[in-house]
């Protein structure tokens, strides 16, 4: 492989970063049947797509930039195996999340003069050649358009066609043609709707030719046997769904949570950092009994970035598409190592939510979590 440009690391989706791995002096089938690290990566990369809209790294330093541009195609392999709507779209759309993100820090860092970071940011003209727009886009001039103390536009102007290309009807009244600002076959939108624009040009890149036939020749049967494990894996991850369209209640007892649950929230109430599969299994657990982002930082005793973190789950998890990121089955939960304290009902239930709702049936009148809180119990008291 040729030298690596440390922009293909953080974009592999650009064109250059393609040729890259096509140039590469292994194929996808090598690493597959090596079981090498990008595999892993790869794995991770789509785990944390249907579980958390982010294909960021967990542990970013774990990575070579080498592994990192290699575990895009192996995640691409991995959504195609699966093979099912919910899983390209999700992935995608946090390949496209993952991107906004890091254009805007790019696009920061580029403004502010950063010498650190030069060597890893792309600029937004970068971006705009990348996805062709550059002849799409312009920044408004009026007062050179920027805001104070900064070399950045607040506006831009978008010639039409791109974007309708772009823009959906889905995103709201304030996107649709008849409400912007239009001049000379151009529309006029701020600096983030810009980069909303962006992040959907990514999503329908990466979405392009997913899911793609694996098992067409012998070296895609070798590929496929190999990745078994996974895709079974990432299939009982949207599996998990099922129970949701079954959830009977939406209060919160927590002295009903499955014994799992009562762990992870003492555990948070506890001051420990939670790994971070277990906190989204309690935030999703939370967040399918109808709790807001306030609700759940107040339970799990969150503070500051640990609250942002969550409220940033919540909301993510409030407004996915599909059940497919209820909190995780049973059997998710045995392969995390959070199953813990098995009771009785554990024995006849195959899901958190099933054990809940059968708990909270039995018990009779309840009073909810949240009728209770301004009275000053403390969680762990009804715990």
């Known amino acids: 492989m040729r030298p690596m440009d440390p922009h293909f690391a953080r974009y592999p989706f650009f064109d250059g970063a393609r040729a890259a791995v096509g140039e590469a002096d292994i194929s996808p089938a090598a690493l597959v049947v090596e079981d090498a690290p990008a595999v892993e990566r790869g794995l991770e990369r789509v785990e944390r797509a249907l579980m958390e809209g982010t294909v960021a790294a967990e542990e970013p330093r774990r990575w070579s930039d080498r592994e990192e541009l290699l575990s895009y195609p192996i995640a691409r392999i991995l959504v195609s195996l699966v093979d099912t709507p919910a899983a390209v779209d999700k992935y995608a759309a946090a390949e496209a999340a993952t991107a906004h993100d890091r254009f805007r820090a790019d696009f920061r860092s ?6 650190s970071t030069a060597a890893r940011s792309v600029s937004l003209d970068d971006v705009l050649r990348e996805f062709d727009l550059s002849g799409a886009v312009r920044p ?29 009807a889905d995103w709201g009244e304030r996107w649709r043609l008849v409400n912007r600002e239009l001049a000379t076959g151009e529309v006029r939108v701020t600096a983030d709707e810009l980069h909303r ?63 799992c649950m009562k762990a992870l929230v003492q555990r948070a109430r506890g001051g420990e950092s939670l790994p971070s599969h277990s906190e989204f299994s309690v935030v999703a657990f939370l967040v399918a009994l109808g709790m807001d982002a306030t609700e759940v930082a107040t339970l799990l005793d969150a503070e500051d970035e640990t609250a942002e973190r ?33 009771d009785e009902r554990c024995e006849t239930i195959s899901h958190p939510l099933s054990y809940y709702t059968s708990a909270v049936r039995d018990a009779g009148d309840v009073r909810d979590w949240r009728e209770t809180a301004a009275e000053g119990t403390s969680a762990d008291d009804r715990t």
Do not use: K
Not at 110 to 115: K, P, V
Not at 141 to 148: E, L, N, Y
Not at 319 to 338: E, T, V
């Open 197 to 259: 624009l962006l992040e959907e040009a990514v999503h329908r890149r990466v979405a392009d030719g997913l899911p793609f036939e694996v098992r067409g020749s012998a070296a895609g049967e070798e590929i496929a046997d190999a990745l078994d494990d996974e895709v079974a894996s990432l299939r009982d991850l949207l599996n998990d769904h099922d129970v949701t369209g079954r959830m009977e209640v939406e209060a919160v007892v927590p002295g009903l949570f499955p014994p």
């Open 140 to 168: 408004e001039r009026p007062d050179d358009g920027r805001r104070r103390g900064s070399r950045d536009p607040t506006h831009y102007w978008v010639a039409v066609g791109a974007y309708l290309t772009l823009s959906t």
């Open 110 to 115: 580029d403004d502010d003069g950063l010498q």
């Open 310 to 342: 969550i409220a940033t789950r919540v909301e993510y998890l409030a407004d996915a598409d599909g059940a497919q990121f209820a909190p995780p089955s049973c059997a998710s939960m045995q392969s995390y190592g959070d199953c813990v304290n098995r």
